[in-house]
């Protein structure tokens, strides 16, 4: 508890509502980082997921392409399942990521690599943030608990319970 005190008088909080808007204002900087990394993350999945079907497609499409001339063949078919089956996946992840024009795998590249930059630089702030975030909730928690604040806000609990 006198940690709090020092705390309080260190960072220069006047009175309860400034540590709380302070503790809310690293909440919400902690959540919208998380947020952008998880952003991130998730579009280099699809970066990723994009550019092994390119690859796959450009790899296939002269089989597919043979296989279009033998009509379709059952023979070809056999001879040629893997290749085919690959191609057909890169087609249909083509259409479900919407694409009407594939991008070169050179920009996927250059996308990939801006965005882990950023997602690198996020994750430095976040942790800077996530530590500032829990030593202002505790400290808050502890201002609270010395000015009876929970106590009053459980009465009032029980009041509301007791009411319904």
Same mark, same amino acid.
């Given at each position: 508890?006198?940690? $709090?005190?020092?705390?309080?008088?260190?960072?220069?909080?006047?009175?309860? &509502?400034?540590?709380?808007?302070?503790?809310?204002?690293?909440?919400?900087?902690?959540?919208?980082?998380?947020?952008?990394?998880?952003?991130?993350?998730?579009?280099?999945?699809?970066?990723?997921?994009?550019?092994?079907?390119?690859?796959?497609?450009?790899?296939?499409?002269?089989?597919? &392409?043979?296989?279009?001339?033998?009509?379709?063949?059952?023979?070809?078919?056999?001879?040629?399942?893997?290749?085919?089956? =690959?191609?057909?996946?890169?087609?249909?992840?083509?259409?479900?990521?919407?694409?009407?024009?594939?991008?070169?795998?050179?920009?996927?590249?250059?996308?990939? &690599?801006?965005?882990?930059?950023?997602?690198? &630089?996020?994750?430095?702030?976040?942790?800077? $943030?996530?530590?500032?975030?829990?030593?202002?909730?505790?400290?808050?928690?502890?201002?609270?608990?010395?000015?009876? =604040?929970?106590?009053?806000?459980?009465?009032?609990?029980?009041?509301?319970?007791?009411?319904?």
């Amino acid at each position: 508890m006198a940690k $709090t005190f020092v705390y309080l008088e260190e960072q220069g909080f006047a009175d309860f &509502a400034a540590l709380s808007n302070a503790a809310a204002s690293a909440e919400a900087r902690f959540s919208d980082l998380k947020a952008s990394i998880k952003t991130a993350e998730t579009r280099m999945s699809e970066i990723q997921t994009l550019r092994m079907h390119i690859i796959n497609y450009s790899k296939t499409r002269e089989v597919y &392409a043979g296989y279009r001339k033998a009509g379709y063949s059952k023979k070809y078919l056999a001879e040629h399942e893997s290749d085919i089956i =690959l191609h057909k996946a890169a087609k249909k992840a083509f259409d479900d990521f919407g694409l009407k024009k594939l991008p070169t795998v050179k920009s996927l590249n250059e996308e990939f &690599a801006r965005l882990l930059t950023e997602k690198k &630089a996020a994750y430095a702030d976040y942790h800077k $943030t996530q530590e500032q975030m829990r030593e202002l909730l505790i400290h808050k928690a502890n201002a609270a608990y010395l000015l009876g =604040l929970e106590e009053r806000k459980q009465q009032i609990a029980e009041r509301q319970r007791e009411e319904k």
